[in-house]
């Protein structure tokens, strides 16, 4: 990995991808990209990971796609690297993934934090869509994301201004989960992380699962898709787990099965 640094256990069930590529403010080039989509495949198939972090640097999350990399591309050059499966990828990873953003998470970089499940900010972030200031637009889901965020009027402004927002607007918006100070920013993640590492890690994929599909489904199609995740959590050893537990009122100790 030469763009990225991977903490397969940082914690008990929590791993960590860390963009790195301070001197381009971790412009999204093709090769970081390829090592997000990989670690994050591998870290789906790994038994003692839970919960993914996904953070940049202090400064910047992730000053958005290399821009000298994709300046003389032409379209088809663009049709035929396919840089979206990169990202289709990614959005099919069943664990739960948390942005960590210090900074600025412009462009693909406001797009790939979007692209997590939730996302904690420090006060010094900064949220935007500035593709439109260099003659082009987002195009790694930067108008659907942040609209079903942020809502229409919100977005419209931000994707046809490029204008930034802060964490607190972010925050009010509606876009981010929480903000924390930027010095416990690992800290306040990893205890947030640490919330879902301790539940079973079944019924969480099967309720991200569910939760992302209100986003591709109608109400009645996704309600009937809920009862079918909620009836297989009935098939796991942890949702008896997790029941007698509270009727024995201890601690429920969840294996994933
Ligand atoms: N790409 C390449 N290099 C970048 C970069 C970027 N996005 N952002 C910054 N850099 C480089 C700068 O060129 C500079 O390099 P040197 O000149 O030192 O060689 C170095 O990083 C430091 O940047 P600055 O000198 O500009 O630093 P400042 O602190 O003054 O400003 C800034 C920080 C973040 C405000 C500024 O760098 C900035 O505005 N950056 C560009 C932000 C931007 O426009 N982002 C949107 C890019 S377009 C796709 C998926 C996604 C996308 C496209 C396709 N597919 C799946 C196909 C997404 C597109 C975009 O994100």
Request: charged share 25%.
């Amino acid at each position: 990995m030469e763009f990225i640094k991977v903490n397969p256990q940082i914690e008990k069930h929590i791993a960590l991808i860390e963009l790195h590529r301070p001197k381009e403010l971790n412009a999204l080039n093709r090769q970081l990209m390829i090592e997000v989509r990989d670690a994050l495949r591998e870290l789906d198939e790994d038994d003692q990971v839970r919960v993914i972090i996904l953070t940049g640097g202090e400064k910047v999350f992730a000053a958005g796609a290399d821009i000298k990399q994709m300046a003389n591309a032409t379209a088809i050059d663009m049709y035929n690297i396919d840089q979206f499966s990169t990202w289709d990828q990614i959005k099919k990873t069943k664990k739960p993934i948390i942005a960590a953003v210090s900074g600025f998470a412009l462009g693909g970089g406001c797009e790939l934090a979007m692209t997590c499940d939730m996302i904690i900010a420090t006060d010094t972030a900064k949220f935007g869509q500035p593709e439109i200031k260099i003659g082009t637009m987002p195009g790694a889901g930067g108008t659907q994301r942040l609209t079903r965020a942020i809502g229409k009027v919100r977005a419209m402004e931000m994707v046809l201004t490029g204008k930034f927002i802060s964490a607190p607007e972010a925050l009010q918006f509606g876009l981010i989960n929480k903000i924390v100070p930027a010095a416990l920013m690992l800290f306040e993640t990893l205890r947030f992380a640490a919330e879902i590492a301790k539940l079973s890690p079944v019924a969480v994929k099967l309720a991200k699962e569910s939760v992302n599909n209100a986003f591709n489904s109608t109400l009645d199609e996704g309600l009937i898709f809920e009862r079918k995740n909620f009836y297989l959590t009935f098939a796991s050893e942890d949702q008896k787990e997790g029941m007698a537990a509270f009727v024995e009122k201890r601690n429920p100790d969840f294996k994933g099965k």
